[in-house]
T-cell receptor
Framework: GENVEQHPSTLSVQEGDSAVIKCTYSDSASNYFPWYKQELGKRPQLIIDIRSNVGEKKDQRIAVTLNKTAKHFSLHITETQPEDSAVYFCAANTGGFKTIFGAGTRLFVKA | EAQVTQNPRYLITVTGKKLTVTCSQNMNHEYMSWYRQDPGLGLRQIYYSMNVEVTDKGDVPEGYKVSRKEKRNFPLILESPSPNQTSLYFC????????????FGDGTRLSIL
């Protein structure tokens, strides 16, 4: 069946460094790729998304890249801050109207 | 305020006792969905609804039922809960379907003893 693989499961960076999280999807019909941030005890919230007709999208310190040929997309956070510490989930829609999430990446930003 | 509201937020119950988790959104969204979140497994989709009276299975539908009689409400029903359904549950909605951002409720933590 369809799946989304996310790596790494845990990422620790020094404040000010960059963080990169990578996801791979299996359904070639997928055309929407959101990223959600979940702080401890809170609900997931969208931070950025990208559609299949775009290769890259930026929003201040956050960027997402998409390689449709290789079926992978990545989240890039630059100049990380302690408040970036959270669990990040990638997701992809499917041709069958479902949404598949990756297993999540726990990001620690050390001050 | 635009929001997705789930109730209850916490519930401890026993095996076999039917329960319903309610979900309501005030954004006139067409698409609604239920997920369960378990450590190391991310969010897994249980059921989704594209519109009123239109529902379909996600990846882990066994043991769950849903209904969509009104656009704003999408309750999750556990007819005979079992301990393996102990989890954190999220309801979500989006305006246009699966290629739009989803707005999540605050979650419901279910413990089934």
């Amino acid at each position: 069946g369809e799946n989304v693989e996310q790596h790494p499961s845990t990422l620790s960076v020094q404040e000010g460094d960059s963080a990169v999280i990578k996801c791979t999807y299996s359904d070639s019909a997928s055309n929407y790729f959101p990223w959600y941030k979940q702080e401890l005890g809170k609900r997931p919230q969208l931070i950025i998304d990208i559609r299949s007709n775009v290769g890259e999208k930026k929003d201040q310190r956050i960027a997402v890249t998409l390689n449709k040929t290789a079926k992978h997309f990545s989240l890039h956070i630059t100049e990380t801050q302690p408040e970036d510490s959270a669990v990040y989930f990638c997701a992809a829609n499917t041709g069958g109207f479902k949404t598949i999430f990756g297993a999540g990446t726990r990001l620690f930003v050390k001050a | 305020e635009a929001q997705v509201t789930q109730n209850p937020r916490y519930l401890i119950t026993v095996t076999g006792k039917k329960l319903t988790v309610t979900c309501s959104q005030n954004m006139n969204h067409e698409y609604m969905s239920w997920y369960r979140q378990d450590p190391g497994l991310g969010l897994r989709q249980i059921y989704y609804s594209m519109n009123v009276e239109v529902t379909d299975k996600g990846d882990v539908p066994e043991g769950y039922k849903v209904s969509r009689k009104e656009k704003r409400n999408f309750p999750l029903i556990l007819e005979s809960p079992s301990p393996n359904q102990t989890s954190l549950y999220f309801c979500a909605s989006s305006i246009g379907g699966i290629n739009q951002p989803q707005h999540f409720g605050d979650g419901t933590r279910l413990s089934i003893l």
